[in-house]
């Protein structure tokens, strides 16, 4: 008889044994909420970490664990726990969106990608579409970014980021006009975003539109956009293109006094003068140059030139044959046409 009880006892044990491991974890999965309640994050982590290990299946203590370990930057133990979660439920449909949720903002994009296209087979919804668009667009997949990124605009139209992702991935495929537009609907939404403003003012003058990348340079730094060395430069060549010559010029010895010795600022600056017809100014920039960068055969070139539009013509094609020999291809003036833009 007593080996039948012993016997009867060890199968009971293990049972037991679980159903007190069931109740301990029930315990502190109680006592965990009450610190989540009050915001003590590590000691309900610790907690929710006990009781899953002494009961691997309570999928509510695991979910609250993923919870608990973003509330402490414990991302890789909140990924884990809420893929737990959906392997114990398949349908445990809140942990799939925090796993969606969590692979975004951390920017495991094609994981991010698998967890929304799953979402979106069980019909879930609520910025899907946002977070498939945004994925796909750090991806630089635009044909599938623009096609989540256009539902998810139906869906949030005051989103001012859906606008500005439309803009950026057109200015990446070089579709300058389509660009500007949603460039000038992010604006709408948000006339202080001097960054958008100057963003706007790049595209259009990459159209090219000058004229209108004049408009939004000059309203970027009225809006406060901080100006740089870059932002002068670009406004200057603007200026130039848009046919208001002295304000490039007087932008770009702004930029002179900042690099005495930058020699594509003094060519450029040298041009201006010429295409302006004041071909004193640029003979003395272009020899300015030839200070640095003595054997710069273009720079002597265009001397050359300059002297034959001020009417010493003798002077002028000596000079110009002189940088001929120095660089050869400048025979050829076809070739030299290309970047004299003459």
Same mark, same amino acid.
């Given at each position: 008889?007593?080996?039948?009880?012993? &016997?009867?006892?060890?199968?009971?044990?293990?049972?037991?044994?679980?159903?007190?491991?069931?109740?301990?974890?029930?315990?502190?999965?109680?006592?965990?909420?009450?610190?989540?309640?009050?915001?003590?994050?590590?000691?309900?982590?610790?907690?929710?970490?006990?009781?899953?290990?002494?009961?691997?299946?309570?999928?509510?203590?695991?979910?609250k664990l993923g919870l608990?370990?973003?509330?402490?930057?414990?991302?890789?133990?909140?990924?884990?726990?809420?893929?737990?979660?959906?392997?114990?439920?398949?349908?445990?449909?809140?942990?799939?969106?925090?796993?969606?949720?969590?692979?975004?903002?951390?920017?495991?994009?094609?994981?991010?990608?698998?967890?929304? &296209?799953?979402?979106?087979?069980?019909?879930?919804?609520?910025?899907?579409?946002?977070?498939?668009?945004?994925?796909?667009?750090?991806?630089?997949?635009?044909?599938?970014?623009?096609?989540?990124?256009?539902?998810?605009?139906?869906?949030?139209?005051?989103?001012?980021?859906?606008?500005?992702?439309?803009?950026?991935?057109?200015?990446?495929?070089s579709n300058f006009k389509?660009?500007?537009?949603?460039?000038?609907?992010?604006?709408?939404?948000?006339?202080?975003?001097?960054?958008?403003?100057?963003?706007?003012?790049?595209?259009?003058?990459?159209?090219?539109?000058?004229?209108?990348?004049?408009?939004?340079?000059?309203?970027?730094?009225?809006?406060g956009y901080p100006v740089?060395?870059?932002?002068?430069?670009?406004?200057?060549?603007?200026?130039?293109?848009?046919?208001?010559?002295?304000?490039?010029?007087?932008?770009?010895?702004?930029?002179?006094?900042?690099?005495?010795?930058?020699?594509?600022?003094?060519?450029?600056?040298?041009?201006?003068?010429?295409?302006?017809?004041?071909?004193?100014?640029?003979?003395?920039?272009?020899?300015?140059?030839?200070?640095?960068?003595?054997?710069?055969?273009?720079?002597?070139?265009?001397?050359?030139?300059?002297?034959?539009?001020?009417?010493?013509?003798?002077?002028?094609?000596?000079?110009?044959?002189?940088?001929?020999?120095?660089?050869?291809?400048?025979?050829?003036?076809? &070739?030299?046409?290309?970047?004299?833009?003459?």
């Open positions: 008889m007593k080996p039948i009880l012993i &016997h009867a006892w060890l199968l009971l044990f293990p049972l037991l044994s679980s159903a007190q491991a069931q109740d301990s974890a029930r315990v502190l999965y109680q006592k965990a909420m009450a610190d989540m309640e009050s915001r003590k994050y590590k000691p309900a982590f610790e907690k929710l970490q006990q009781a899953v290990s002494l009961d691997s299946t309570h999928t509510a203590a695991i979910r608990a370990a973003i509330e402490i930057r414990r991302y890789d133990v909140a990924i884990s726990s809420f893929q737990t979660a959906i392997r114990q439920q398949t349908d445990d449909t809140i942990s799939l969106r925090l796993l969606a949720q969590l692979h975004f903002q951390t920017r495991k994009w094609d994981d991010a990608i698998r967890d929304c &296209h799953q979402m979106l087979s069980l019909q879930m919804y609520g910025r899907v579409n946002y977070m498939l668009g945004k994925s796909y667009w750090q991806k630089e997949d635009y044909g599938n970014a623009f096609r989540y990124l256009d539902a998810a605009y139906k869906e949030e139209p005051k989103n001012i980021e859906i606008p500005v992702l439309f803009a950026k991935g057109l200015v990446d495929m389509q660009a500007v537009k949603y460039y000038q609907e992010a604006i709408e939404m948000d006339s202080s975003r001097h960054d958008l403003i100057y963003e706007t003012a790049l595209a259009y003058s990459s159209m090219p539109d000058d004229r209108s990348a004049v408009m939004f340079y000059e309203l970027a730094m009225k809006k740089d060395d870059d932002f002068l430069e670009n406004i200057a060549n603007s200026y130039m293109s848009a046919d208001m010559p002295d304000r490039s010029i007087a932008l770009q010895l702004q930029l002179l006094e900042k690099r005495p010795g930058d020699l594509s600022l003094l060519f450029n600056i040298a041009q201006t003068y010429y295409e302006t017809a004041k071909y004193e100014q640029a003979i003395d920039t272009w020899q300015q140059l030839l200070t640095f960068d003595k054997d710069n055969a273009r720079a002597v070139y265009m001397i050359g030139l300059s002297y034959q539009h001020k009417g010493e013509k003798s002077k002028g094609k000596g000079i110009c044959n002189k940088a001929i020999e120095m660089d050869p291809k400048l025979k050829d003036y076809r &070739h030299v046409k290309q970047w004299l833009r003459l």
